[in-house]
């Protein structure tokens, strides 16, 4: 038996595993669909995120009866990560009146994204997506928070600067981007090509094919550059041949870092030893030890109704799904502040996106406190006020090892806005008076 029968074979027993989904919409309930891709080449990521979202929404049915007694219909789709089939999916679970949609797929949202307005459907692509589509002037129905490609490419530079000593000591220095050749992939590409000019480093672009599993031409022009610092936007199957490559040509694992989705125990593990070191950005800490995970184990595992193995709550994908539902549930209870307790249409969950303001306070009754920093929405801006991280994996787990680093707001903001009025050019859009909306 091969190791390709072995991995299709584990992926089966994973969905055949999976949770059971929702599908009957009640009185009283809100629908969220879960598109998921539980196989495919990135089943190793899309599982803990898909586990994630079922555990949370879970928790807040059983644990609170829902938000604020409104309880959340969810039903999985799988779109093994592809486009076209995450359009079919969302396509046939519209009808249910769905108050938003996390795609989790880049390519995936910019399908989605000219539909939002007709369908006032809430599109959340949470720390990924279209960039230009945090101006919420151009584009209401999209929310990126808290962070996008551009402004985690600007962390990332700062914090090698940091490393370096200084910004001016960037100059002349050598930055490769390895980067998944997709919308995906290239979205860091223009705030890395900007910043390369202005701050004089030698940038770069190395572009993989999906799903990833070649790349040894890719390194080799790595070790030929030699460069001082290693950028990757991976995704799947790619991340893991990329950590293999990095170590098997020598580079020191230390100057690799990997965007938010190129950081996870399913990149590193494989690699072995060999992964020691290596590091990622983030906007979250990994772990399980928040007291919402206590909350997951007392009332979601405990009843027998986890959606994961026990022992893979905390990983890195994982918590970030648990607080993309938390988002998302949070903005649908502000939202009947304003419009009562019942289920929410999607322009009133809209409002609530769009004014979410998720307190240190809050976080810490929500258990999550330590585990991200405060997040506020303003109609001008959806990305918010997110802050990035780096963490290191030390051959067993991830662990934060900087401060929160201020994305360069000054350089990406501009560019943001003036790329969304491009964008919303080709869908003829038309700017809306945030102040008028106050």
């Not at 999906?210 to 610092?229: D, S, Y």
Request: charged content about 20%; glycine content about 10%; hydrophobic content about 40%.
């Amino acid at each position: 038996m091969n190791a390709r029968t072995l991995l299709t074979m584990a992926l089966a027993a994973a969905v055949a595993a999976g949770p059971a989904v929702t599908t009957a919409l009640a009185a009283g309930e809100m629908f969220v669909p879960l598109l998921v891709y539980r196989t495919g080449p990135y089943a190793p990521n899309g599982i803990p995120l898909a586990n994630g979202f079922n555990d949370y929404f879970n928790l807040i049915n059983d644990r609170d009866g829902g938000v604020n007694g409104v309880r959340i219909a969810f039903e999985e789709c799988e779109t093994q990560y592809d486009t076209k089939q995450g359009v079919e999916c969302y396509e046939r679970l519209k009808g249910r009146s769905p108050v938003l949609v996390n795609p989790f797929s880049t390519g995936i949202t910019y399908q989605l994204i000219p539909k939002a307005p007709g369908d006032k459907i809430v599109v959340h692509s949470s720390g990924y997506g279209m960039t230009a589509s945090a101006d919420g002037r151009w584009f209401p129905w999209v929310f990126n928070f808290p962070m996008t490609y551009w402004s985690q490419a600007s962390a990332f530079v700062k914090y090698v600067a940091q490393q370096e000593g200084g910004t001016d000591k960037l100059k002349g220095k050598k930055i490769v981007h390895v980067y998944h050749n997709s919308p995906y992939g290239k979205e860091a590409n223009p705030t890395l090509e900007t910043l390369a000019r202005d701050l004089g480093f030698e940038l770069t672009l190395l572009a993989v094919d999906h799903p990833g599993q070649e790349q040894k031409a890719t390194w080799l022009q790595v070790r030929r550059l030699n460069p001082a610092w290693i950028y990757v936007s991976g995704w799947g199957v790619m991340n893991q041949v990329a950590v293999k490559e990095a170590a098997a040509i020598g580079f020191p694992m230390d100057h690799v870092v990997g965007n938010w989705w190129t950081g996870t125990e399913a990149d590193v593990v494989p690699a072995g030893e060999g992964a020691k070191g290596y590091k990622s950005m983030t906007f979250h800490a990994p772990g399980h030890g928040f007291k919402v995970h206590q909350d997951i184990f007392k009332h979601v595992y405990d009843k027998g109704k986890g959606a994961a193995k026990r022992e893979d709550v905390g990983e890195v994908l994982y918590n970030r799904s648990i607080i993309n539902a938390m988002l998302d549930t949070e903005a649908m209870r502000l939202a009947m502040t304003r419009f009562g307790n019942k289920p929410l249409t999607g322009e009133q969950l809209r409002w609530g996106m769009e004014n979410l303001n998720v307190t240190e306070k809050r976080l810490e009754e929500l258990g999550m406190k330590g585990m991200l920093r405060p997040l506020r929405m303003t109609c001008e801006n959806h990305e918010g006020n997110g802050t990035a991280a780096v963490q290191q994996w030390d051959g067993k787990k991830w662990t934060i090892i900087s401060d929160w680093i201020e994305p360069m707001r000054d350089v990406v903001r501009p560019k943001l806005e003036a790329a969304a009025v491009e964008e919303a050019k080709k869908l003829g859009y038309v700017m809306r008076d945030c102040a008028k909306e106050k």
